[in-house]
Nanobody
């Protein structure tokens, strides 16, 4: 019954900022982690950032020092503040939650429940 709904994407110039939001519907008490993935045109989906229920954050190399993940537990919201955006950040950004505890080999958090994605375009 859990559902994730992203928002906040749009068109931004290089060097600009966006704050993505993920609204979490349903129970999240059994979530092991939650975070963000992205997929650029013609490329594989990749992890951006995630945070565990123990509040341990993880970042991809490209996101470190530019992006910040945060949660508002009371309002059941997840955020991704993205600063100094680059054209290569362009893509569809997805919110995903880990329930099972199964974590892929190439990332820090699982992805059992997905949102529909929000498009980020970084261009002049």
């Amino acid at each position: 019954q859990s559902r994730l709904v992203e928002s906040g994407g749009g068109l931004v110039q290089p060097g600009g900022s966006l704050n993505l939001s993920c609204a979490i519907f349903g129970s999240t008490l059994d979530y092991q982690a939650i975070g963000w993935f992205r997929q650029a045109s013609g490329k594989e989906r990749e992890g951006v950032s995630c945070i565990t229920n123990g509040d341990v954050p993880y970042y991809a190399g490209f996101a470190k020092d530019r992006f910040t993940i945060s949660r508002d537990n009371a309002n059941k919201m997840l955020y991704l503040q993205m600063n100094d955006l680059k054209p290569e950040d362009t893509g569809v950004y997805y919110c995903a939650a880990e329930i099972s505890g199964i974590v892929p080999q190439n990332w820090y958090c699982g992805h059992d429940v997905w949102g529909q994605g929000t498009l980020v375009t970084v261009s002049s």
